[in-house]
């Protein structure tokens, strides 16, 4: 996997045995350090890149917990670029995941899932059909 060189630093002082997982973490954690300006859209821009190769190799099933993290920032990330489409797409698989990991469940994993699934659409101009998913959203 090609990883920007400041990721890769990042990744091996935080995860010094390479892995798929190690790598997912490591984003994670970068994007989310909290001395960083919000949104510091290159933090953003490094979730995109290397975000989407990462899930491309991620076994979902083997890994959820880090298949539902890794969407989840790619809908952010492409939420602060303003890229709706897709983050409509990531947002429909961010629910996906949660949904086989929380279904029957009041989780707040899920009802985030079903939040950010109704934004995006939202953001499409879709306003019925980001109510539906508000309103299961505030139901957990």
């Known amino acids: ?64 917990e880090e298949a539902y993290a890794l ?15 897709e983050e409509e797409q990531w947002a429909q698989q961010n629910l996906a995941i949660a949904y086989k990991q929380y279904a029957n469940q009041q989780h707040v994993d899920y009802a985030l899932a079903l939040y950010n699934r109704g934004v995006s659409l939202d953001n499409l101009g879709k306003y019925q059909d980001a109510l539906s998913y508000y309103q299961q959203a505030l139901h957990m």
Do not use: M
Not at 2 to 10: E, F, G, M, P, S
Not at 35 to 62: C, I, M, N, Q
Not at 73 to 78: R, T
């Open 71 to 85: 969407t989840k920032y790619l809908v952010e990330a492409c939420r602060v670029h303003s890229l709706f489409k």
């Open 1 to 64: 996997v090609y990883v920007h060189d400041l990721t890769q630093r990042i990744v091996r002082q935080l995860y010094p045995k390479p892995s798929l997982v190690g790598f997912i973490n490591g984003l994670i954690a970068y994007v989310s350090n909290k001395t960083a300006s919000y949104p510091d859209t290159s933090r953003w821009y490094t979730v995109l890149v290397h975000g989407r190769k990462l899930f491309e190799r991620l076994d979902v099933a083997h890994h959820p």
